[in-house]
């Protein structure tokens, strides 16, 4: 199985702060990546697809990018509404696997 | 807009098995490259992929879990079911179904609200 680790595990910032959301797989997975935001008793959200693109009617302070083992998920000046936890996930083989998540608080 | 329901008994006993369905409104199980995944999430843990079915009924399982779970479609129905055998404990969490393109777009872009069960005695 191809392990993603995503780091951290859990950041606090301030509304307007930019953040960086690193996911490391274990093996190349091309741009075959994806990131999803999970709110607190809400099914996850598709952010991001194939390592950089935005999917529709996401907000553009999100962007993404990578390849191969490193990828990032950055959101540019956060928001209040962007309190959640965002998980990585690789679709390049089976098992579809995610990383452990990454729990961002705002200050 | 496609739309995704999951249902099945919130409690089920250790060693029976836990069968879940979930029902696909605005849209045909059957149209274009469309798979149906399962994916479960136990309570304050991460995301857990169980398996996928195309309309078709060809699959993929997590080998984690291949001996126990069988996924299946029915599309006159619009609902894709799964069941998974000999529960324990360990498979107490939220259960989602989630859509994905296919090999043109292999991301979950659509998602059910989850469903919890609980195994236990």
């Known amino acids: 199985d191809i392990q993603l680790t995503q780091s951290p595990s859990f950041l606090s910032a301030s509304v307007g702060d930019r953040v960086t959301i690193t996911c490391r797989a274990s093996?190349?997975?091309?741009?075959?990546l994806a990131w999803y935001q999970q709110k607190p008793g809400k099914a996850p959200k598709l952010l991001i697809y194939a390592a950089s693109t935005l999917q529709s009617g996401v907000p553009s302070r999100f962007s993404g990018s990578g390849s191969g083992t490193e990828f990032t998920l950055t959101i540019s000046s956060l928001q209040p509404e962007d309190f959640a936890t965002y998980y990585c996930q690789q679709v390049n083989s089976y098992p579809r696997t995610f990383g452990q998540g990454t729990k961002v608080e705002i200050k | 807009q496609v739309q995704l329901q999951e249902s099945g008994p919130g409690l089920v006993r250790p060693s029976q098995t836990l069968s879940l369905t979930c029902t696909v409104s605005g849209g045909s199980i059957s149209s274009g490259s469309n798979y149906w995944n399962w994916i479960r999430q136990p309570a304050g843990k991460g995301l857990e992929w169980i398996g996928r079915?195309?309309?078709?009924?060809?699959?993929n399982y997590n080998p984690s879990l291949e001996s126990r779970v069988t996924i299946s479609v029915d599309a006159s129905k619009k609902q894709i079911s799964l069941k998974l055998g000999s529960v324990t404990a360990a498979d107490t969490a939220v259960y989602f179904c989630?859509?994905?393109?296919?090999?043109?777009?292999?991301?979950?872009?659509?998602w059910g609200q989850g469903t919890l069960v609980t195994v236990s005695s």
């Open positions: 079915i195309y309309a078709s009924g060809s699959t």
């Open positions: 093996q190349g997975i091309s741009i075959y």
């Open positions: 989630a859509r994905d393109g296919g090999t043109a777009f292999p991301y979950l872009d659509y």
